[in-house]
């Protein structure tokens, strides 16, 4: 389900779904497919959730629309490993700095002979369902899609060589912390930060992989859609809920 989605922003169509930090629950994932989102990202950066956790928040998701999960770190291969072994079928690296470090998530998110994850067959990612497992190794390979986030000054300044490492689908900037490594922090009106977004957009089509971001507000979105940029998370939920409730509220109490 993952191919798609992603063949689709490579061809310049527009690619949208969302971002869950906060409600863990059975429905989230669906709540977001029914409501027109084309892939859901589960962080575990930012959030206490566990794989457990995960784990059920993606089994919920994947028979509607992909789930990927933005890892901790991307510099400890068990993070990776858990990450697809529970069921994504993406992982979202942060403060990817180098060609090296792209391609070792690279590395890690594969099966021989295009990388070296270890090998676990018949188990959550899988459905549970037994098979050949040379077909299955292919299959996941073609479709376990690598977003390198670019949000350091280092990452910025490697971009047209991250976005060329052979697996890598997707350059996505992590904005907030773009923003403080380059010395303007939430500065995005800054003419250098502006320009760092189109350097991303543009690393990301002379290399065909695809610019990811995660706007906030229609905005915004339609700004990063003239630049460029194909595969968008619109908000998070606790935002969207926290917005949605505080204009509700204040348009009931303006009205009575």
């Not at 910025?156 to 904005?175: F, K, M, S």
């Not at 907030?176 to 320009?195: Q, V």
């Amino acid at each position: 389900m993952t191919l798609p989605v992603i063949e689709k922003a490579r061809s310049g169509e527009l690619a949208l779904g969302t971002f869950v930090f906060e409600f863990a629950t059975n429905g989230i994932g669906r709540l977001a497919a029914h409501a027109g989102a084309e892939f859901v990202l589960y962080d575990a950066e930012h959030t206490g959730w566990g794989w457990e956790t995960l784990g059920r928040l993606v089994a919920t998701t994947r028979a509607h629309v992909p789930a990927w999960i933005r890892i901790p770190s991307a510099f400890d291969r068990t993070f990776v490993s858990r990450a697809l072994d529970v069921g994504a079928s993406g992982i979202m690296a942060p403060m990817v700095a180098s060609a090296e470090a792209a391609a070792r998530l690279v590395d890690w998110a594969k099966y021989p002979p295009d990388g070296s994850r270890g090998a676990a067959f018949g188990i959550a990612h899988d459905d549970y369902r037994s098979g050949d497992t040379v077909a299955t190794m292919r299959a996941a390979n073609s479709d376990t899609v690598v977003i390198c986030q670019i949000e350091t000054v280092e990452g910025l300044e490697a971009v047209e060589e991250i976005a060329a490492v052979p697996g890598v689908d997707v350059v996505w900037v992590g904005h907030f912390d773009l923003t403080n490594s380059m010395g303007i922090p939430g500065r995005f009106d800054h003419p250098d930060y502006l320009a760092a977004l189109d350097r991303v957009a543009k690393a990301a089509v002379d290399t065909g992989t695809i610019a990811g971001f995660m706007p906030t507000s229609v905005e915004q979105a339609t700004d990063l859609v003239g630049r460029g940029y194909r595969l968008l998370a619109y908000h998070g939920d606790l935002w969207l809920y926290q917005q949605a409730l505080a204009a509700g509220l204040a348009a009931i109490r303006s009205a009575t």
